[in-house]
């Protein structure tokens, strides 16, 4: 699929999943390649967790410090995959994500922690403004638009960050330029697959619930219905986050391809490609 194409709404949504479509073998080999390691740690963590063991405070230390470092290659991996995918199509596997990764490692952090800095105060601005727009009902449909354009700007931003050779602020001012040259399209887009993704989970989390309770009730004890607590600790809860996982992959892939295609308007970079190459076929 060529990313570098002016996009609308509609094409923004369906291009999402016909780039799984076409591309799902690919993806999600390497997807679990890399971050299979993460959802074994993450599933014994949460086990160990709900067993209520006292690990000793290095291990518990130890165990955070993995889960933020796995935290960031499944936040690079989609951004990476892109990028690759653009520049070599699916002729790339594992090897060639992670090292890319490895050769953009200080950029990365640089990034992770100029943006906690810059966005403390833009996420207080955003949860003020979001209860300012919450207050008529007209306000609450437009939240998830404003959800959708605080972290479309921060997708935009990270993505040109890696792209290019860019210095962050630079990066975060064509981040913002990337998303509201289309405004609504891009947005309104975005708020959607969000939507979706809360439904779904919210459904999953709902029906594991009912499910748990049943097991864990004992209708001759009633104490016993405190058992529903231990839902967020269950083997299935932990099988719908690996679901969600999945889910945020794809809302990664639609912002991926907004970014393309937000970039091919703003620079035309494919246009310009194809007009060279007529003037050497005319050669």
């Not at 074994?40 to 967790?49: A, H, K, T």
């Not at 990365?108 to 922690?113: Q, V």
Request: overall charge negative; glycine content about 6%; some cysteine.
């Amino acid at each position: 699929m060529q990313l570098l194409k002016i996009r609308g709404f509609s094409e923004f949504f369906t291009d999402t999943f016909q780039f799984i479509k076409i591309n799902a073998t690919h993806f999600f080999l390497n997807y679990f390649i890399i971050n299979g390691l993460f959802l074994i740690f993450y599933f014994g963590f949460n086990y160990y967790n709900s067993k209520a063991y006292d690990l000793p405070w290095f291990i518990v230390v130890l165990g955070v410090i993995l889960m933020i470092f796995f935290y960031i290659i499944n936040f690079s991996f989609v951004p990476v995959y892109m990028i690759l995918y653009q520049e070599k199509g699916t002729q790339f596997n594992h090897e060639d994500i992670l090292k890319y990764m490895s050769q953009n490692a200080g950029k990365i952090l640089i990034f992770i922690l100029i943006t906690i800095l810059m966005f403390i105060p833009l996420v207080v601005a955003f949860y003020i403004s979001a209860i300012l727009v919450a207050i008529t009902i007209v306000g609450i449909l437009f939240l998830p638009i404003l959800f959708a354009a605080f972290f479309l700007w921060f997708q935009m931003t990270y993505y040109e960050y890696l792209y290019t050779k860019k210095n962050y602020f630079d990066c975060l001012g064509y981040g913002f330029t990337l998303f509201s040259k289309k405004f609504w399209a891009t947005t309104a887009s975005t708020a959607l697959m969000y939507t979706i993704i809360m439904v779904v989970y919210g459904l999953a989390l709902g029906f594991a619930g009912i499910f748990n309770s049943l097991l864990d009730i004992n209708f001759t004890d009633p104490e016993s219905i405190a058992g529903i607590e231990t839902i967020f600790k269950s083997p299935i809860v932990l099988i719908i986050a690996t679901a969600v996982m999945v889910l945020y992959a794809l809302i990664n892939i639609s912002q991926g391809i907004i970014y393309f295609s937000q970039k091919e308007l703003l620079e035309g970079i494919q246009t310009k490609l194809s007009i060279d190459d007529i003037g050497k076929d005319e050669l």
